[in-house]
């Protein structure tokens, strides 16, 4: 069984700065892609930010340029760098992990969401 868990979400201010982070664990799996995902009330879970296991990334056009994913392999651990959050940026945050079973099946896992809110 895999499990994520997320931290650093919060309260900022708009043009301040947050760092989430999302911690992947799982005897036998290992993690292929990973990304963030924000969800408002009444919309869409939509896609933030992406990462491959080679550090490839692909970034929503709303925040790119202001939030930057990364990861740390060693660690199974990704994290998405806020700076300059606007008070659009409000929503809850979901960690999304694709994780690869031994014989090779793979399996979607997301995390419980953590509340990011940005004040102006």
């Known amino acids: 069984q895999v499990q994520l868990a997320e931290s650093g979400g919060g309260w900022v201010q708009a043009g301040g700065s947050l760092r989430l982070s999302c911690a992947a664990s799982g005897s036998s799996f290992t993690f292929d892609d990973m990304a963030w995902y924000r969800q408002v009330p009444g919309k869409q879970r939509e896609s933030v930010a992406s990462?491959?296991?080679?550090?490839?990334?692909n970034t929503a056009d709303s925040v790119k340029g202001r939030f930057t994913i990364s990861r740390d392999n060693a660690k199974n651990t990704m994290y998405l760098q806020m700076n300059s959050p606007k008070p659009e940026d409000t929503a809850v945050y979901y960690c999304?992990?694709?994780?690869?079973?031994?014989?090779?099946?793979?399996?979607?896992?997301w995390g419980q969401g953590t509340q990011v809110t940005v004040s102006s």
């Open positions: 990462i491959t296991t080679g550090g490839t990334t």
């Open positions: 999304y992990v694709r994780a690869v079973a031994p014989l090779g099946r793979k399996y979607q896992y």
